[in-house]
């Protein structure tokens, strides 16, 4: 028989839920099939079956929250392997087998089965390492569990044992969250009673935002650059860029400016463009920008790549297509991480000005306020100009003040007078 | 800018064509240039044409051992111009396999000469077409894989002349039979070459400037192959410094210098095999301002220069020379710029020489390892008490394993003897998968074969060996 494990659906996955079984015990399945729908942090996804064979057992039911990674999920029926003989899968496997053998029917054993398997499984989790790796980690007396993989697959090789060792690697898997837990107060030791609040369960998003963004905030060193640009030309020309693309259905937006105006800025001061390595400065080669989507429950940053090199109709379409499907959580992996720079866009909601928290591994983030008419003294003369404010936050890491600065000129510089992006 | 494709590679040796194949394979658009012929050195004028003639040399001289396996023949010959015409014809055979294979994934070949000029985002690449003309192409990515060809020292007459004076690629392709020969440089190529000649029954001197002959070996290995070599009837000239060679109308006149002693070698002919060059003139270097290292382009992890742009992989971007080192770059540098993540390891680069008997190796010497502080676990096993090889009468040779003896890591092997570069492929994957002393003594070999004796090398290294 072969075991279904919850696949990890991006690198950086460690658990999702399973939102959604299509199939049944009993089902024949194909290779390729779907075969399931795993809800992680940042999307659904649609989980295809790699081998064929009948399904003997769902052991993980519908619904299930914080499934790991390479957990069991489902069982098939091997070629030729007794049907009846789940419970000699040994010990981690027996509570799962246990209400299967009370409960021939094909449905019942779905809901007693779960919890149990789970807990067991995730310490009894096979872990992948190369022989040395194994070697290395028990003369260093370190736990493989411990240790991020970076080989193929995830594999753990020499390398990871040698930085976990000597402390150089972001020793992962939650090691570092065990060693320093923060200490808070319930709510009720706050004096906020029981019974006055609706409790919402944490869902993997939320999860992911608070673990990354307090890292991001608490370890990047990090600092708002604000400049104001005057966007008169710039709404001008976009009306004009408009009504000629209004036959293709196209409508550009401010922020789809914005961001081809920032790929411009990140490829004239490419110092911005980049990322803060224990092993040295990653120059990117290409301006990938992330836009910032509210979504349902939390964000997501779906990523324009190389918008350096891409028309404004292109950006527009692009936008908007990731924002309808970041919204209907429709996105792939590989659209949504791996940016270099991010630019986030409160302007619609009237905010003046915001610093948002570093993205990280990116060096710089950018937050776009509203575009407002306010009175702007030229030529010593009180006048009226639509003004938005842009503030700049910069990992002082990888990018100085004077960097982000020079960035921050282009970029107005580019806004002040849009048809300089032609160049 | 337009570009007009999203890769360009400069040069169709193993380099360059492997990287353009995986190009295509990750959806790349992409052309290659070549200004001469498809498949490069490697499988024009070296890995492969050298082999057909290798391998005609075997023949011959297992014709001479016949009465050894109960087995007689008339009178052995050979025609010199068959042999070479052989070679030839099968180098043109994998030549018009490249081209079929460029054409299957779709990869534009330009003929003609390359030159960079500086670019927006990557280097303009204008080409001196073949067919007459120029043409100027930009992509978004440039790989230089332009390789490298023969050394030559002028001042001392270290310099081919396709008539007395041979580099590989006129002694491949050689204008008659030397019935002499004195080669100078003991690394794989001049081996090879020295192995062939001899094989057919020229009278051959091998010159070498350092200790011993195939100096990257491990000492044991170039021990036994001088040796080995040395009952062929070949002869050497170890710490020999040439001080000039001089030709003429009937052959070579070698002066040397050995053990303070000066010294006169006189031959039909001479072959020079005193390193590699990289094929980096009129290409633009200067212009781009691209960073070199002792000749060789400099390049980082993932084969980029310091041009925006432009990467280089193979010869041209330093040691070891090797066709599969180049594809192996080939591949990993199209994959990084494709935007895969990096999930290999440091994959150790096997080292093989196709004289008779064959050499073969893999990562670090046992001298090597004791230079690096290492302590070592060192086992060895002789073929000639492996059964096979003593039933194919082919017992020349050991192989020898070197392992770190605080980790259990394989980290070198070497071998010498009858197929043993078919052999060293094991010790790389073991390698590669990052084994230690345990898998591989767990590691079924089949019986009866060769390679049981890279277990029992295994085995002795850790006490445990079973057949000696």
Known sequence: ????????????????????????????????????????????????????????????????????????????????????????????????????????????????????????????????????????????????????????????????????????????????????????????????????????????????VAKRLTESFRDVPHFPLTIDVEIDRLLEARTRINAMLEKQGVKVSVNDIVIKAAAHALKAVPEANASYTPDGIAMHHNADISMAVAIDGGLITPIIFKAETKSLSQIAKETKD????????????????????????????????????????????MSVGAGEQRPVVKNGQLAVATVMSVTLTCDHRVVDGAVGARFLQVFKALLDDPVTMLA | MAQDFDLIVIGSG????????????????????????????????GCIPTKALLKSGEVFEKLSHLGDYGVSAGNASF????????????????????????????????????????GASAPKVVIDLKAGGSRTVQAKNVILAVGARARHIPAIG?????????????????????????????????????????????????????ERILPVEDAEVSA????????????????????????????????????????????????????????????????????????????????????????????????????????????HVVEHIAGQKDAGVNAPIPGCTYSQPQVASVGLTEAAAKAEGREVKVGRFPFRVNGKAIASGETEGFVKTVFDAKTGALIGAHMIGAEV????????????????????????FPHPTMSEAMHEAVLDAYGKVLHI
């Open chain 1, 322 to 365: 990731l924002a309808e499907r970041a919204r209907s959580r429709k996105l792939k992996p590989e659209e949504f991480q791996g940016g270099t720079f991010s630019v986030s866009n409160l302007g619609m909601f009237g905010i003046k000005h915001f610093a948002s928290i570093i993205n990280e591994p990116q060096g710089c983030i």
């Open chain 2, 421 to 444: 570069t078919e052999m060293i492929q094991g010790f790389a994957v073991a390698m590669t998968l990052e084994t230690t002393e345990e898998d591989l003594m767990n590691t079924v």
């Open chain 2, 79 to 118: 025609d010199f111009k068959a042999i070479v015409d052989r070679s030839r014809k099968v180098a043109k055979q994998l030549n018009s396999g490249v081209g079929f294979l460029m054409k299957k994934h779709k990869i534009e070949v330009i003929e003609g000469t390359a030159k960079l000029e500086k």
């Open chain 1, 1 to 208: 028989m072969t075991d279904i494990l919850m696949p990890a659906l991006s690198p950086t996955m460690e658990e999702g839920a399973l939102a959604k079984w299509h199939v049944k015990p009993g089902d024949t399945i194909e290779a390729g099939q779907v075969i399931a729908e795993i809800e992680t942090d940042k999307a659904t996804m649609e989980v295809e079956a790699v081998d064929e064979g009948v399904v003997e057992a769902i052991l993980v039911p519908e619904g299930a929250q914080g499934v790991k990674v390479n957990t069991p999920i489902a069982r098939l029926k091997g070629e030729g392997a007794p049907a009846a003989k789940p419970a000699r899968q040994g010990a981690s496997a027996a509570p799962a087998a246990a209400p299967k053998a009370e409960a021939p029917k094909a449905e019942a054993p779905k809901l007693a089965a779960a919890p149990a398997p789970l807990a067991a499984k995730a310490d009894g989790q096979r872990v992948f390492a190369s022989p040395l790796a194994r070697r290395l980690a028990q003369q260093a007396g370190l736990d493989l569990k411990a240790v991020q993989g970076s080989g193929p697959r995830g594999r753990i090789v020499k390398r990871d044992v040698e930085a976990a060792a000597s402390g150089k690697a972001p020793a992962a898997r939650g090691a570092p969250a065990a060693a320093e837990p923060r200490q808070v107060l319930s709510l009720e030791q706050m004096g906020i009673k029981p019974g006055s609040y609706d409790l919402i369960p944490l869902d993997g998003m939320r999860r992911t």
């Open chain 2, 14 to 45: 193993p380099g360059g064509y492997v990287a353009a194949i995986r190009a295509s394979q990750l959806g790349l658009k992409t052309a290659i240039v070549e200004r001469e012929n498809l498949g490069g050195i490697c499988l024009n004028w």
């Open chain 2, 158 to 210: 270290l310099e081919g002349d396709g008539e007395r004076v041979w580099t590989y690629r006129d002694a491949m392709n050689a204008p008659f039979f030397p019935k002499s020969l004195v080669v100078i440089g003991s690394g794989a190529i001049g081996i090879e070459f020295a192995s062939f000649y001899r094989a057919l029954g020229s009278e051959v001197t091998v010159v070498e400037a350092l």
């Open chain 2, 224 to 331: 036994a192959a001088q040796k080995a070599f040395e009952k062929r009837g070949l002869k050497f000239r170890v710490a020999a410094k040439v001080t000039k060679l001089d030709k003429s109308k009937t052959g070579v006149t070698l002066s040397l210098e050995a053990g303070g002693k000066a010294e006169q070698l006189q031959a039909e002919a001479a072959i020079v095999a005193v390193g590699i060059t990289a094929n980096l003139e009129n290409i633009g270097v200067e212009a781009l301002g691209l960073d070199l290292d002792r000749g060789h382009v400099k390049t980082g992890k993932h084969g980029q220069t310091n041009v925006p742009g432009l990467y280089a992989i193979g010869d041209c971007a330093g040691p070891p020379w090797l066709a599969h080192k180049a594809s192996h770059e080939g591949v």
